[in-house]
């Protein structure tokens, strides 16, 4: 079975930094290109980055410069570091996999950007 287990968040003050990451299990991680989702209150699902098995990046035009999407392929994880963050950035954070066809969730974790 397939696992995506995202970790991290919690309150942080605009223009701050937070460091959010996923576990994931039950596939070749190390072939799968992972996406990073944002979940904003009463907003869309919107792609925030991604990152293939080469390690290629592509980042949303409103936080490139600011985010960074990594991967470690021997502990299997994926990880989002996040500076400079606004209010806008708040909302769950979703890692996301897709595999011979199946799209793959966790569950997310919450980000909050609040003085």
């Keep these: 079975q397939v696992h995506l287990v995202e970790s991290g968040g919690g309150l942080v003050q605009p223009g701050g930094s937070l460091r959010i990451s996923c576990a994931v299990s039950g596939l070749n991680f190390r072939l799968n290109t992972m996406h990073w989702y944002h979940q904003a209150p009463e907003k869309e699902r919107a792609l925030v980055a991604s990152i293939t098995s080469g390690h ?18 021997v502990r299997r994880t994926v990880a989002l570091q996040m500076n400079n963050l606004k209010p806008e950035d708040t909302g769950v ?3 996301s996999t897709s595999s011979r066809g199946v799209n793959f969730w966790g569950k997310g974790t ?6």
Excluded: H, M, P
Excluded at 56 to 73: E, H, L, P
Excluded at 110 to 115: A, C, E, R, W
């Design 56 to 73: 290629n990046t592509t980042y949303a035009d409103s936080v490139r410069g600011r985010f960074t999407i990594s991967r470690d392929n």
């Design 93 to 95: 954070y979703l890692c």
């Design 110 to 115: 919450l980000v909050t950007v609040s003085s």
